[in-house]
Every structure is written in C-alpha cells, then in structure tokens.
C-alpha cells in the first residue's frame, strides 16, 4: 500500500500566520491517465472530516481561497495564507492513484 | 443537498457482528460510489471498502475475509457487515461519497465500542 507521510505532526500558529503541511508518498501518485490524485481533508474538532482541495490543487467549493496546494510525483504541499481560528484541526492528505485508497498521518494544526 | 447518515449500534460484544447502515439523500447510488471510512480514537482514517456505483464492490484486504458491503438503491442505502469484532475494531465509522478519487462528503459518523 502507499504511505503517505506528513510533517510536521504538529503545528503551532498564531492568528494571522502563514503556515505549510508537507506530505511525502511512498510512490508517485500520477495516474496513467495524466491526473494526480492527491487531495487534502480538514477534521475539526468532534466533526467529521471534509474535503479542502482535490487533484493536487483544485479548491472544493466554498473553501476560502487562503489554502491552496501544489506539488508533484510523491512531494506535496498545502498552504494556509493567514491561518484563521476556524481553521484548527487535524488535517490529512490522502491519495486515490493506487487501490487501495490511502490516508497521511495528520498534522494538527493548534494556536500558539 | 447531499447528505449521508449512519445508524446502527454503538456498542457490540467481541466476536460478534457489526451491523451499520448508511443512508444517503441528494444523490443516486447508481451514479456515486460509496466507502465505508473507520477511525480509531485519536487515529487517522482507515479505508474500509466501497461500493461501486455499478453494484460491485471492493475491499480492504486486511479486512476482507470479515467484511460484506452490500446496497438497497430503492431505500437509498448501504450496508456494512464485519464478524468477530475485536477491541481494536472501537472507533468512529464513517460513510462517504466519492468523487474523482476522493471523498467529497461524509456522513455524521457513528461511534461504535467493541466490548463486554
């Protein structure tokens, strides 16, 4: 199965900071078809979780335009420019190029 | 909207069975696919299996020989079967639909404990 690595597990930011989540894969997530199918979960709190961005760096509908991700192959990144108190939690990458799907580790991102 | 939701026991004896259903609403069965998602308490989500929107499904292998997922698309739901329940099966599970390999909405989950 593909590891997804994340770092750090932890992440301390205050109001207003700019912060990046790394997640390393084990293999590399393009697909044959040309799409990369790295995307990246956000858990708040006693919530289930919910998608943020899919296919790398495409932003699920309602997401403010402050997180965004990129990367290729088995390095990714997700950005949040100007970390808000609704953004705390533990966030996950996971990825659906190779069956069976997989999930990162989490990073918690917690205020300073 | 779309909307998932789980029922079932929170509260199974070891070597028992577990019994969960997923009900969804705002979308087809025949046109999404549906995976059941478990996490242990503190933990990172485990992919358990789907079913396929064409009826076929698949399986974690480290969890196939005791899981079946199965569906009722007249009612809107989706089954999941686990035998001999351990106590590192507690956790909160999950339904979800899928879209371009990922899962775009998740169900409330439901909180289930295995012990005696």
């Known amino acids: 199965d593909v590891v997804l690595t994340q770092t750090p597990p932890t992440l301390s930011a205050t109001i207003g900071q700019s912060v990046s989540i790394s997640c390393r894969s084990s293999?590399?997530?393009?697909?044959?078809?040309?799409?990369?199918?790295l995307h990246w979960l956000l858990q708040r709190p006693g919530q289930s979780p919910q998608l943020l961005i899919y296919?790398?760096?495409r932003l699920e509908s309602g997401v403010p335009n402050r997180f965004s991700g990129s990367g290729s192959g088995t390095d990714f990144t997700l950005k949040i420019s100007g970390v808000e108190a609704e953004d705390l939690g533990v966030y996950y990458c996971?990825?659906?190029?190779?069956?069976?799907?997989?999930f990162g580790g989490g990073t918690k991102l917690e205020l300073k | 909207q779309v909307q998932l939701k789980e029922s079932g026991p929170g509260l199974v004896q070891p070597s028992e069975t577990l019994s969960l259903t997923c009900t969804v609403s705002?979308?087809?069965?025949?046109?999404?696919?549906v995976s059941w998602v478990r996490q242990p308490s503190g933990k990172g989500p485990e992919w358990m299996g789907r079913?396929?929107?064409?009826?076929?499904?698949a399986y974690n292998s480290a969890l196939k020989s005791r899981l079946s997922i199965s569906r009722d698309t007249s009612k809107n739901q989706v089954f999941l079967k686990m035998n001999s329940l351990q106590t590192d099966d507690t956790g909160t599970y999950y339904c979800?639909?899928?879209?371009?390999?990922?899962?775009?909405?998740w169900g409330q989950g439901v909180m289930v404990t295995v012990s005696s």
């Open positions: 979800t639909r899928e879209r371009r390999a990922t899962y775009d909405y």
């Open positions: 705002g979308f087809s069965l025949t046109s999404y696919s």
């Open positions: 079913m396929w929107y064409d009826g076929d499904t």
């Open positions: 293999q590399s997530l393009l697909h044959s078809n040309g799409n990369t199918y």
């Open positions: 296919l790398v760096s």
């Open positions: 996971v990825q659906g190029t190779h069956a069976p799907w997989t």
